[in-house]
C-alpha cells in the first residue's frame, strides 16, 4: 500500500497550529492508514516569556477570526511570563510515557485557545496535561524536569530552523518515489490535499508498474 509520510512541527499552544491542525485532521480521516503523521516541538520565542501583551494578542485572535472562523480566547495570558515552553515540555514528557499521537498535543491546544486555561505557566500546563492524558501527575512531572526532555525539544527546534521555514505549524511531505513538500503556514484542508493527494497517487503509480529494470 502506497504510504505518505508527514511530520509537522508545531508549538503546542500556538493559535495557527491550531487552526492548521482542524485542517491535518481531516486529512488523517480522508486517508486513514495511508497518511503516516509525526509532530514534533518547534518551540516559539527561544523558549521564552510571549513577546506581546494579552491586548495585543487578542488582536490577533480577533485578525485570525475573520480569516478563519475559529475565535479564540486571550484569557490564557494572565501573566508577563506567559510563555508556550511549558505545555510543550507536558506534551514531550507524555510522549516518552507513551502518548504518542497527536491527541494530547490537539486536547492542550484546544484548552489553551479555545478555552483560554492559562497553560502558559508550569503548574496549570502539568495539571491539564495530567488530567487530559490519565498519566501519573507526579510521573509526568518527574519527567518534564528530566533534561533530556527539553533537550529533545532543543534539537526539534534546531532541525526546524535548518528547514528555514517561516510559520508554525510547518509540514514536511515526502513520498516513496522521492518526492518532497515543505508546506508552511498552509491552514486549509484544500491545500494539504493537493499536495498529499498527488503524492499517493504518484505511489500508487509506481506500485502498479514495479521496479525499474535492471540496466
Not at 485572535?61 to 510563555?83: F, L
Not at 507536558?90 to 516518552?96: G, I, P
Request: charged share 25%.
Amino acid at each position: 500500500m502506497a504510504v505518505v509520510d508527514l511530520t509537522a512541527y508545531i508549538d503546542v499552544l500556538s493559535s495557527w497550529c491550531y487552526v492548521g491542525d482542524l485542517a491535518l485532521q481531516k486529512i488523517e480521516k480522508k486517508y486513514g492508514s495511508r497518511l503516516r503523521v509525526q509532530w514534533e516541538i518547534a518551540q516559539l520565542f527561544d523558549f521564552g516569556p510571549l513577546p506581546y501583551t494579552r491586548e495585543q494578542l487578542a488582536w490577533y485572535y480577533a485578525r485570525t477570526a475573520k480569516m478563519t472562523g475559529v475565535q479564540m480566547n486571550a484569557d490564557w495570558v494572565d501573566t508577563p511570563e506567559a510563555t508556550t515552553k511549558y505545555a510543550n515540555l507536558a506534551a514531550e514528557a507524555a510522549r516518552t510515557l507513551g502518548v504518542t499521537d497527536m491527541s494530547l498535543v490537539r486536547a492542550l491546544n484546544y484548552a489553551n485557545v479555545i478555552d483560554g486555561k492559562p497553560l502558559g505557566r508550569r503548574e496549570p500546563a502539568l495539571d491539564e496535561a495530567a488530567r487530559l492524558s490519565g498519566l501519573d501527575r507526579a510521573e509526568l512531572d518527574r519527567v518534564m524536569r528530566n533534561p533530556a526532555t527539553a533537550e529533545r525539544i532543543a534539537r526539534s527546534t534546531a532541525e526546524f530552523e535548518k528547514l528555514n521555514l517561516p510559520q508554525r505549524p510547518s509540514y514536511v511531505v515526502r513520498n516513496p518515489t522521492g518526492d518532497l513538500a515543505l508546506l508552511s503556514g498552509v491552514y486549509t484542508f484544500e491545500s494539504l490535499d493537493a499536495i498529499i493527494g498527488e503524492m499517493l497517487h504518484a505511489s500508487e503509480i509506481t506500485e502498479q508498474v514495479g521496479p525499474e529494470p535492471a540496466a
